[in-house]
């Protein structure tokens, strides 16, 4: 995994391995777990002093929510869990990106209980569909395979992997802030300060632990130390994966098990799931080379490394050969 070569053209990383292709599909589970796991009912509802949702108004109306009738939402919510489905099996990348962008905006604009993590999905998304345009694999877990310097890349092939990597840029930089904020923020609070925050969430009545798990987690958040812990850890974590994007790769790979763990641990904890599949994406952005490609995940590792898999032969090719 640390040693997978990042291939270039003309100096720009080729943003087309399965890294990214992993961050679509946690995106992509995330948004589809909070459609097929709620009802209409549920997520389009009034809001006091808001209204009823799906709101449409302004940039919302544009979602697909607004666009049908309120009577036809559960046959267009399984229908977006199709094609999220879709997306998250890696088929066409290409032909699936805007979709998955225009299904994120739809959901974050749309559900009246939205929360931050569909707001990071839609923006996520939207980014990932600038570098999956240019994607023409038929998988986007395939690892694409080397080429040399004397391989030339057509003109439309180094603009697309341009747009990718630059938009695997600002992903990563976004996550970068999204991190610093959270870490940040926290510090002039008193309870975050003193080290006591988190006796507080634990009982909060909406984001509290759950019952089932109070035997194990009650002795730690009752006990000075385990609820300092608690409290300063994650702010620690928060600013350190901030920092990400000036350390070295190696310390990004340290991070990245352990940012796993911390929002494996928020969803169990407090059940935020779909926040943690969009900050899992968010992570492999943040914490992975643009354009890596993790061998375990690519269902070609088997073939050798000097397999062609790059070939463009005309102006109009203008991604990795169909592979």
Not at 55 to 78: K, S
Not at 193 to 204: I, L, P, Q, T
Not at 232 to 237: E, G, H, K, V, Y
Request: one cysteine or more; charged letters at 10%; a positive charge.
């Amino acid at each position: 995994m640390l040693n997978t070569p990042t291939r270039r053209t003309r100096g720009i990383p080729l943003p087309w391995g399965n890294a990214y292709g992993l961050a679509r599909t946690l995106l992509a589970l995330g948004t589809a777990g909070t459609l097929a796991f709620s009802s209409s009912a549920t997520l389009f509802r009034p809001v006091a002093t808001m209204g009823e949702y799906p709101l449409c108004h302004d940039m919302a109306a544009g979602g697909a929510f607004c666009l049908v009738p309120r009577g036809q939402f559960d046959l267009l919510r399984w229908l977006c869990v199709a094609v999220l489905l879709v997306v998250a099996s890696g088929w066409r990348p290409r032909l699936t990106a805007l979709p998955h962008a225009y299904i994120g905006f739809s959901v974050f604009s749309g559900i009246a209980i939205g929360d931050g993590g569909d707001q990071i999905t839609w923006i996520l998304s939207l980014l990932l569909a600038l570098v999956a345009l240019g994607d023409g694999r038929r998988w986007h877990w395939r690892t694409p395979g080397p080429r040399t310097d004397d391989e030339p890349a057509s003109r439309a092939t180094r603009a697309w992997a341009l747009l990718g990597a630059s938009a695997w840029t600002v992903a990563r930089l976004q996550m970068a802030i999204l991190y610093f904020q959270a870490g940040a923020a926290k510090l002039p609070h008193t309870e975050w300060a003193d080290g006591s925050a988190m006796y507080y969430w634990a009982n909060n009545s909406s984001f509290g632990f759950p019952e089932w798990l109070r035997p194990l987690t009650d002795h730690v958040v009752y006990s000075p130390v385990g609820v300092a812990a608690l409290t300063w850890l994650p702010i620690a974590l928060e600013l350190a994966l901030a920092a990400s994007p000036v350390m070295s790769q190696r310390a990004r790979w340290i991070l990245l098990p352990l940012g796993i763990a911390f929002h494996l641990g928020i969803a169990a904890l407090m059940g935020l799931w779909s926040f943690a599949f969009a900050m899992w994406a968010g992570l492999f952005l943040l914490l992975s080379p643009v354009g890596h490609s993790f061998p375990l995940l690519s269902p070609d590792r088997s073939r050798k490394k000097t397999a062609p898999s790059y070939a463009p032969a005309t102006p109009g090719d203008v991604s990795p050969a169909t592979l």
